[in-house]
């Protein structure tokens, strides 16, 4: 407490330096701890949109076109114990006429319950059942973009929708509407078509054909993607007696990479943020060396008086951390106003390491200008002005 209290006082002294050398510490601070929660977020809301974009799970398709999976790939591939969930998908890009005229929409041909493949998230109505895909029933979900495309506003269960196919169309009713797959894609809606789900089997009846171009598949927790791929690879090879025509891709496998690409990229901006922490040791080095100097008498009255070296290093390197610990305080301020902004949440080791770092900084850059202080002699310290 002495050598605090003794060092608190020593900082107060020279309140306008003080300030400095904590500004160019709390900048350091807060450029690191800000990348990083930056990054973390990010790294968040990745996993999210990707997710709510439907990439997890595995994806079955054909590498041509004139092979399709069939029903019978379906139901195989559904009685497989490692999965738990296996959706059909029909994807066209079509023309869809509404009050408002006529857009281009992606349309996809869905099973009941596809939230659990695709990851859905439903804003208004209902989704699409099991008596929709049984009976075949002319009804639809779109999702908000496509919505307000089509009625200038969001909620529009009730309405209908007309649908081309080929040389025929369908009037469907609209029975839900989804959150746009992804908040990244609804800055650039304009650019991209809205999205029409509707039961599979209304669009095989209406397009005339009874093949899938991909099958969603998810599968039990814990159980390994690589062995299920092998099991739907030989189930498919079995049914159609041709290898390597269909592909079976690891969604998640995929979207773990992009992560780990963001992870890298957060590492990269994050060390190239601690530059700045480090730079500002070197202002904690300058502030304790100019402290040195000018209290040369002073530690040699110390000395005279019975202060030991010991002593005299102790007291300078406890206001070189003290520096630190203020300016990491400071710094990580604006950075706990960010995370309430954002609305994010991070680890509380996160705001220990930057101060531990913050302290050991300080401590690296305070040690030589300390050892200076205890290694002058009392006589000559003494005889200075």
Wanted: glycine letters at 8%; hydrophobic letters at 45%; proline letters at 3%.
């Amino acid at each position: 407490m002495e050598l605090i209290k003794a060092a608190l006082r020593q900082i107060t002294r020279k309140r306008g330096r003080t300030l400095l050398t904590i500004g160019g510490i709390a900048v350091g601070v807060m450029m690191v701890s800000s990348v990083t929660v930056v990054s973390a977020v990010g790294r968040d809301l990745v996993d999210r949109e990707l997710d709510s974009m439907g990439v997890s799970g595995l994806s079955v398709m054909a590498l041509t076109p004139d092979m399709l999976l069939s029903e019978q790939a379906l139901d195989e591939i559904r009685s497989l114990p490692q999965v738990t969930t296996a959706m059909p998908l029909m994807l066209q890009l079509t023309g869809v006429s509404s009050p408002r005229g006529s857009m281009e929409s992606v349309l996809c041909g869905i099973d009941a319950g596809a939230g659990q493949v695709i990851s859905l998230s439903l804003q208004h109505g209902r989704m699409i059942t099991k008596g929709d895909v049984a009976a075949a029933n002319t009804v639809c979900m779109l999702d908000e973009a496509a919505a307000e495309k089509a009625f200038g506003r969001k909620n529009v269960v009730g309405k209908t929708v007309t649908v081309e196919f080929g040389n025929r169309s369908q009037a469907l009713t609209v029975v839900g509407v989804t959150q746009t797959g992804s908040s990244l894609l609804q800055n650039v809606t304009s650019m991209i078509p809205g999205m029409v789900y509707l039961p599979y089997t209304t669009q095989q009846e209406l397009t005339g054909r009874t093949e899938f171009d991909q099958i969603a598949v998810r599968t039990v927790d814990g159980d390994s993607t690589e062995r299920v791929q092998q099991r739907i690879d030989r189930v498919l090879e079995r049914l159609y007696e041709t290898p390597s025509v269909f592909r079976t891709d690891d969604l998640a496998m995929q979207k773990d990479r992009l992560t780990r690409i963001v992870d890298v990229v957060a590492a990269v901006l994050t060390v190239l943020s601690g530059v700045s922490l480090v730079v500002s040791g070197f202002g904690i080095m300058t502030v304790m060396l100019s402290s040195v100097s000018e209290r040369t008498r002073e530690i040699g009255v110390k000395k005279a008086i019975g202060a030991t070296q010991r002593r005299i290093l102790a007291e300078f390197l406890t206001e070189a951390i003290l520096l630190s610990v203020a300016g990491a305080l400071v710094g990580l301020i604006p950075v706990a106003i960010l995370l309430v902004i954002l609305k994010a949440s991070v680890s509380p080791f996160l705001f220990l390491a930057l101060t531990g770092f913050a302290m050991v900084i300080g401590a690296a850059f305070g040690v030589y200008p300390a050892y200076r202080a205890s290694k002058l002699p009392p006589v000559e310290a003494l005889r200075c002005e």
